[in-house]
């Protein structure tokens, strides 16, 4: 079945340009997550979905990060004026989990490489 | 402020034996704990996980044992098979979140 996509697989960009990032969740799932991992570090939380809301998005690095969902749909991430420090791959998961249900098995996609140049 | 650990970035072990991967966790709020693998070029795949009201979790070869005084949690994995190199990474939930740890390189030796 289909899981967890995400677009593009590999973005190279120069500093200072805008970057959108995209995640398709697996059909259902009503939770969706944005996470960061940067070289030889763990998984960065960033930003939780419930349906389109995000509850807290208090994962974000800075003002220049946003992530917008439609309905329980796709989920896009977008990165202003991007820095090189922003170069990381960039992991979206879903789940059926909601903040009070106890199904904390995410689903993962495949992730974003981004490299900001 | 790290507050899931994973002090062994890599370890080696022979094919056959028993590979033990350990984590460490800060916050006693935490409420449930998984592991999750993870190949080169995917991303992680959910793999067990256990209740911080159970001390044991077992499912085919993989074990998870949890210490809650010693905020403590270890994946064991019996017998090593050579598919089981990856990534391992332990996850800790509360509400919403879950806190990753920085991963442990696992290799399985033929």
């Known amino acids: 079945g289909a899981g967890v996509s995400q677009s593009p697989s590999n973005k190279v960009t120069e500093k200072g340009k805008d970057v959108e990032l995209r995640c398709d969740p697996i059909?259902?799932?009503?939770?969706l997550y944005w996470y960061r991992q940067r070289l030889g570090q763990g998984l960065e939380f960033l930003i939780y979905f419930q349906g389109n809301s995000a509850p807290d998005k208090s994962g974000l690095p800075s003002d220049r990060f946003s992530a917008e969902r439609t309905g329980e749909s796709v989920s896009t991430l977008t990165i202003q004026r991007t820095q090189q420090e922003d170069s990381a791959v960039y992991l979206c998961a879903s789940s059926l989990a909601g903040i009070d249900a106890y199904n904390y098995e995410q689903y993962f996609g495949p992730g974003t490489r981004l490299t900001v140049t | 402020d790290q507050q899931v650990k994973q002090n062994s970035p890599s370890l080696s072990v022979q094919e056959g034996r028993i590979s033990i991967l350990n984590c460490d966790y800060t916050n006693s709020m935490f409420d449930y704990f998984l592991w999750y693998k993870k190949y080169p070029a995917e991303g992680p795949t959910f793999l067990i996980s256990?209740?911080?009201i159970k001390d044991k979790n077992e499912d085919g070869r993989f074990t998870v044992f949890l210490n809650k005084s010693a905020k403590h949690l270890s994946l064991h994995i019996v017998p090593s098979q050579p598919g089981d190199s990856a990534v391992y990474f332990c996850?800790?939930?509360?509400?919403?979140?879950?806190?990753w740890g920085a991963g442990t390189k696992l290799i399985i030796k033929p």
């Open positions: 996850a800790a939930s509360y509400n919403y979140q879950l806190i």
């Open positions: 256990i209740s911080s």
């Open positions: 059909s259902g799932h009503t939770a």
